[in-house]
């Protein structure tokens, strides 16, 4: 039985157990050994109904758990009875358990931690890189939302806000890091779009779409990293960027705008020119300015500069950055690049190899140490 195919049936078979009753730590140990029971078993008998089997095993090791658990004897009395025998229906319960897991009594940081953990299928390594955190602290953080939401019942699923967040950082990991997610990301936000009419979800949507039209020319053939300036724009996906485009301006129409709608805003401006040189910079640093006042992000400020720099020049660029804290991810990339169309090579060598150092994306810190080195053998050359 393919293991794939078993990882997908994860969303609806936990939905099921919360909504019969069970907390979500017990329901989420419960269904992981049911998991794992089907990986061993199901190769030599494979079950004719896959979910049925695995809500019916999850739902006993749930029942074993609360029954040699004292503390949890008390939730026995809201425990339905074991779910009929039979096929199960064939429903789609992913975004469903989205807003279950952004549940009111936790705060919007911890419910998208939550969630990308157990829903999302995000290592804990993964959400501390999206969150700039460190790992442990992002262990402790994901640790205490299950204790938060440990016998609570989920009859009063999230906010919209806080889904999108994850849809987001879920999307972002899918497109730049080592699982692929983005293509998910996408239908579960089609899915929330056809459902709920608010326009921040049609924000979202667009840039997703925007973002991985371009996704198949963001690496060579040898899996190097291409910069948005040098890739081919003739592999970007048109048919995508032409429905982003559409549901952006439809979007922003309402004049409600949010985060989303002003950086899908940046993504149409890049797709929209047919060089890089005919990029309208102008236009992007205003809109960063917008996104800039929506978020107060140190992280988009520091775009802005990589925007500043291509607008009004590199020294233009550098003064933006005045302010900023090194510390932040890419800081060095930002100002290496920054510095090399200064006409400063040797301290953007430097720079560039400070941020290969730091670089948590194998792909990522090749570029830089490539960058890094050309300036180095240039610098000899002219010696």
Request: negative net charge; contains cysteine; hydrophobic residues 45%.
């Amino acid at each position: 039985m393919d293991e794939a195919l078993i990882r997908s049936l994860t969303p609806s078979v936990l939905t099921v157990l919360v909504r019969r009753g069970a907390d979500f730590a017990a329901a989420e140990d419960a269904v992981q050994e049911a998991l794992v029971e089907a990986v061993r078993g199901w190769a030599d008998d494979p079950p004719r109904d896959p979910k049925g089997w695995l809500v019916t095993v999850a739902w006993r090791r749930f029942l074993d758990a609360a029954r040699a658990d004292t503390a949890r004897r008390r939730r026995e009395d809201r425990v339905e009875e074991e779910p009929a025998p039979g096929p199960a229906p064939d429903v789609d319960d992913t975004l469903q358990l989205y807003f279950l897991c952004a549940h009111p009594s936790l705060t919007p940081s911890s419910a998208v931690a939550l969630t990308l953990r157990a829903v999302g299928g995000l290592t804990t390594r993964q959400i501390a890189r999206a969150y700039l955190v460190p790992e442990a602290t992002m262990a402790q953080r994901i640790s205490r939302a299950k204790r938060t939401v440990s016998g609570v019942r989920f009859d009063r699923p999230g906010d919209v806000a806080t889904v999108l967040r994850v849809l987001y950082l879920v999307f972002n990991e899918g497109y730049s890091g080592d699982v692929d997610l983005a293509a998910e990301a996408i239908r579960l936000t089609r899915q929330l779009a056809a459902s709920v009419d608010h326009p921040e979800v049609a924000g979202l949507l667009a840039l997703m779409l925007l973002h991985h039209a371009r996704r198949a020319a963001r690496t060579a053939p040898d899996g190097s990293l291409v910069p948005l300036a040098e890739q081919d724009r003739g592999r970007w996906d048109t048919a995508s960027i032409a429905e982003g485009v559409a549901i952006l301006q439809a979007a922003l129409a309402r004049d409600r705008l949010g985060e989303f709608q002003a950086q899908a805003a940046i993504a149409a401006l890049h797709a929209d020119a047919p060089t890089a040189a005919e990029t309208d910079w102008v236009q992007i640093v205003e809109w960063y300015d917008e996104l800039a006042r929506l978020t107060g992000s140190p992280v988009v400020r520091l775009n802005r500069a990589v925007a500043v720099g291509e607008a009004d020049g590199p020294r233009a660029g550098l003064a933006a950055l005045a302010g900023l804290d090194e510390a932040l991810p890419r800081y060095a990339a930002v100002a290496a690049y920054l510095h090399e169309r200064d006409g400063d090579p040797d301290r953007a060598a430097r720079l560039y190899a400070e941020a290969a150092r730091k670089a948590t994306d194998l792909a990522e810190r090749d570029h830089l140490t490539r960058r890094a080195a050309r300036l180095n053998s240039r610098r000899r050359e002219d010696r």
